[in-house]
């Protein structure tokens, strides 16, 4: 999963994303791909070209985020951040 932000209050609960080598399982224009050409593939802790779920969504505590694998690039992570809010932003 990816660490999308840490959620306000009191509550250490942060917003994810899921991740899956799965391509198919890509929703086009919405999730994002990251291939191991991509400039920050290395750091990502990732073993193949996979798929990371904006449209898979969940909210989790951190008591069961046990430990990094690696980082995405800060422009890859704020371009996500931003489809989403633009996502949520257009609805009705």
């Known amino acids: ?10 509550f250490d609960d942060w917003l994810v ?3 899956s080598s799965q391509l198919d399982q890509e929703v086009q224009g ?6 191991d050409a991509d400039e920050d593939f290395g750091r990502s802790g990732l073993k193949v070209t996979s ?3 904006v449209s898979r969504l969940a909210v989790v505590e951190s008591s069961v985020l046990i430990g990094a694998v690696g980082v995405v690039s800060p422009d ?3 371009g996500i ?4 809010a633009q996502w949520i932003g257009d609805g009705v």
């Open 1 to 10: 999963m990816l660490l999308l932000r840490q959620l306000p209050g009191r």
């Open 17 to 19: 994303c899921m991740v």
């Open 30 to 35: 919405f999730d994002e791909v990251i291939r």
């Open 51 to 53: 798929v990371l779920r």
């Open 76 to 78: 890859r992570l704020h």
């Open 81 to 84: 951040r931003a489809r989403l």
